[in-house]
């Protein structure tokens, strides 16, 4: 796994039993995600941050460069480095369904209304703080 974007790391299994929820910040990575979302803030395009990271030899989330894409991403989908709520201390679950699609066999996947998706605090995986 890089350790130059952020992620939170979990331990799947222990002694045969799974382990839920063992998710960690990494210590290297809460930098760069506040660099990202201040660069967001300050009104600076997706494609010009990733730009940015690139330069300073920043690897994206799987090894290699960054993309606008992986900045922007999806806000309706919480998906994206400043859409991310787990980076202000908010777990969403049960935030996507998916569905095979019977005509191609390709998965699709649906956003779920407010009402079905589940939100926990985690405090402790807070790295972004309200001012930002």
Do not use: F
């Not at 350790?3 to 299994?13: F, K, N, R, V, Y």
């Not at 390709?106 to 402790?124: I, K």
């Amino acid at each position: 796994m890089p350790t130059d974007i952020p992620s939170c790391a979990s331990q799947p299994w222990s002694d045969g039993e799974r382990i839920v929820g063992g998710r960690q910040v990494h210590s290297d990575q809460p930098e760069v995600v506040r660099r990202i979302c201040r660069a967001n803030a300050d009104g600076r395009s997706p494609k010009r941050i990733a730009l940015d990271l690139n330069a300073a030899s920043i690897a994206g989330p799987r090894g290699g460069a960054s993309s606008a894409s992986t900045i922007n991403g999806d806000s309706r989908r919480g998906t994206g480095i400043p859409n991310n709520e787990l980076y202000i201390g908010r777990l969403i679950w049960n935030r996507l369904t998916y569905a095979k699609d019977p005509d191609t066999g390709r998965r699709r996947s649906r956003l779920r209304t407010g009402q079905e998706q589940v939100a926990t605090a985690v405090p402790d995986l807070r790295i972004i703080d309200d001012t930002l």
